[in-house]
């Protein structure tokens, strides 16, 4: 891993545009993104041990510039399982969601399956990656696990990062390891102990009500954290569902491999009916809500919902709110298009940074040479005059002996 952390281009883009929702439910305090048409049954990106909802961020950027709902949330402070299932179901009812499609990796798809194991209504399908079913295998590798509440943050830290693989990486591995090496040091005593305590704590995901057909399992052929005896088990127990392999990745596919995941994730929601909705897709408003739930014009249940009584039948089949005029919708695309462009660096400004590049380095050759020089001319001079003596001493004394 590399020495200094310098955030990514595309992530300090993310962060200036799409905002971080922070919003106490209870005695819980609760953190995410939430972007992409509203209208639309939104993704649910649940991350592992090392992970924040930031970690999601190429997801979110892409997949909701196609017309899809992404939320990427941080795992909150929960002890248990049943009280992980019941904050989570608490969070959707704030934000008003219903039906979900839940993405998981390590721990966050273990904790997805949990959730669709005892709320089966609620949730629509499942994209695994890199996950497991059960946790005494973890509890077994951690004889500590009664007081990892009373252990300090700096052991914590260590502890979670000797998880991740480090070592001579392919560069695009290399920087989703940091990426996450950076978001593990955001993290409190409090919240590391927890996530932990999740991971060991004694549970196995149950029979699921939901089809195969409607489950991905996305995992890396490369390596990971999650043995893969485990890996095969997640496999044998959903015979059926649909297998997406990435040659490499590492523990962190979702940064390091982006588009492919990307696409997967795409090609997930297409085959279990999300209507995409890229007529809908606009700019951050410059109030800085950027279409978080409490948009009034937002507000409309999931498209898939089933209607529970005749007011919500009513609401569905009314008025559309998100019909704007076409010649402000077009602006609005237009203005998110360009926006997304402006992240990416031309072609132009790719020339003026290799010529200031060469400058600092030409710059550096310059001011190495002239120290070498300072180093080394009084060396040089010395031998110099030293040489010229001496070949004037021969030189006077061969003509002594010429005249003689």
């Known amino acids: 891993m590399k020495g200094v952390f310098s955030a990514p281009g595309d992530y300090v883009y993310f962060k200036s545009q799409v905002p971080l929702h922070k919003i106490p439910i209870g005695t819980k305090q609760w953190r995410y993104y939430d972007f992409g048409p509203k209208v639309v049954p939104p993704l649910i990106c649940l991350p592992g041990i090392a992970g924040t909802a930031d970690v999601y961020y190429k997801q979110i950027m892409s997949l909701s510039m196609k017309g899809y709902r992404v939320i990427s949330v941080d795992i909150p402070r929960v002890w248990n399982h049943q009280e992980w299932i019941q904050a989570f179901e608490k969070f959707l009812d704030v934000i008003d969601v219903h039906h979900i499609h839940l993405y998981g990796t390590s721990l966050g798809g273990f904790l997805a399956q949990l959730f669709a194991h005892y709320r089966p209504r609620r949730v629509r399908s499942l994209i695994l990656s890199n996950t497991f079913l059960d946790t005494s295998s973890f509890a077994a590798a951690m004889p500590w696990a ?153 507000k409309k249940e999931d498209p898939d919902d089933q209607p529970k009584d005749d007011r919500s039948s009513e609401s569905q089949s009314g008025e559309n709110p998100l019909t704007p005029a076409e010649s402000s919708e077009s602006h609005a695309v237009e203005q998110l298009l360009s926006n997304a462009k402006s992240c990416l660096i031309a072609q132009e400004d790719t020339s003026h940074l290799c010529e200031s590049l060469k400058k600092q380095y030409i710059t550096t050759a310059e001011i190495l040479l002239l120290s070498t020089c300072e180093s080394y001319l009084p060396l040089l001079l010395a031998s110099y005059v030293e040489s010229l003596y001496i070949t004037s001493k021969l030189l006077s004394e061969s003509r002594a002996i010429g005249v003689k």
């Open 146 to 298: 009664p007081v990892v509440s009373w252990t300090p943050s700096f052991l914590l830290k260590r502890y979670v990062l000797t998880g991740i693989r480090d070592g001579p990486h392919e560069p695009f591995i290399a920087d989703s390891v940091d990426f996450v090496v950076s978001q593990v040091e955001t993290l409190s005593r409090e919240d590391l102990a927890s996530r932990l305590t999740l991971n060991v704590d004694a549970a196995s995901v149950g029979s699921l009500l939901l089809s195969d057909s409607y489950i991905t399992i996305m995992d890396t052929n490369d390596y990971c954290a999650i043995p893969q005896q485990l890996k095969d088990q997640l496999s044998e127990r959903y015979p059926e569902a649909r297998r997406a392999y990435l040659k490499s990745g590492g523990d962190f596919p979702f940064l390091s491999r982006p588009d492919e995941v990307n696409l997967h994730l795409q090609l997930h929601l297409r085959r279990v009916g999300v209507e995409a909705r890229p007529d809908l897709v606009r700019g951050i408003p410059k109030d800085g809500t950027g279409g978080s739930h409490s948009e009034k014009e937002e």
